[in-house]
């Protein structure tokens, strides 16, 4: 069931990247963060008001505070990116960093997947490196000052998917809203200072709204598959969000997937696979 839960987070996170991206085109990267993780509260808080869970240890608030700085200010530097038109080189890049992070901690704090699996593992960052086709001359050069944004991003959504594997397994989906209870003051502050006005998502609102749904939607996600099974498992098959990115960007973007990008696709599924007999 780990398996399925992270796949279906992986799938979301992608879409809700791709909204991102697109919204950040138009609306600023702040108020794409803020206004978008405010629609996610408002859904989440609903979801969780209703399934009745109880309010688990101060703890797990403690956690999902810190987790919620550390997810904004990866979406800020992510958004900002990906707003570039570099979609197919930020998404993967912020990936690999992101599916590091808690793979080292994992496996530093005692994890020990079987021997597919850690065949497996770094496949799968082979995988995403060829996606993002950052090992040919394919696509147009990103800029530094892009890519150090992407690996930013990536470090910082590493650390939320290790703060979100430290909750407790029966608080529910409490954790992922006090992400929100912290990220949105902490993005309000940002706007304030930045001059930067919430109405400005009006300019497209659709993309804005569905990226803070979205992204919302996969962290309860993650968070569930990651109490299932181990975190170096499931944040690897989560690091595979590129590839809906990707076919979202080549179907309404018109980008073309390059040789190296399919084959990295296909090194995923095997990948994938490799981790699912493990």
């Known amino acids: 069931m780990d398996i399925v839960l992270a796949l279906m987070a992986a799938s979301v996170y992608g879409i809700a990247d791709y909204c991102g991206g697109r919204a950040t085109r138009s609306v600023s990267a702040m108020t794409v963060t803020f206004v978008g993780q405010s629609a996610g509260l408002v859904v989440l808080l609903t979801f969780v008001l209703l399934s009745g869970v109880p309010v688990p240890p101060f703890s797990d608030f403690i956690w999902g505070g810190i987790a919620g700085i550390a997810g904004a200010t990866g979406l800020l530097a992510f958004y900002k990116a990906m707003g570039s038109g570099y979609m197919t080189v930020v998404a993967p890049v912020s990936a690999v960093t992101a599916t590091a992070v808690p793979v080292v901690i994992g496996l530093l704090t005692g994890e020990r997947p079987g021997i597919l699996a850690l065949c497996g593992i770094p496949l799968a ?60 003051p902490y993005m309000a502050a940002v706007m304030f200072f930045m001059k930067r006005k919430p109405s400005e998502a009006k300019a497209n609102l659709p993309f804005v709204l569905a990226s803070g749904i979205l992204d919302s939607v996969a962290n309860a996600l993650y968070l569930l598959a990651v109490r299932e099974g181990l975190m170096s498992i499931v944040a690897t098959i989560n690091s595979f969000y590129p590839a809906s990115t990707l076919l979202l960007a080549t179907r309404l973007d018109k980008e ?23």
């Open 256 to 278: 073309r997937i390059h040789r190296s990008q399919a084959v990295g696709l296909v090194l995923a599924v095997i990948a994938l696979l490799f981790i699912t007999l493990a």
């Open 125 to 184: 960052l082979v995988a995403i490196a060829l996606v993002s086709d950052v090992l040919g001359p394919n696509h147009r050069k990103a800029p530094r000052s892009i890519v150090v944004m992407a690996f930013l991003a990536g470090a910082t959504f590493g650390s939320l998917f290790v703060i979100l594997a430290h909750t407790n397994d029966d608080g529910g989906l409490w954790p992922v809203v006090a992400m929100r209870f912290t990220s949105i």
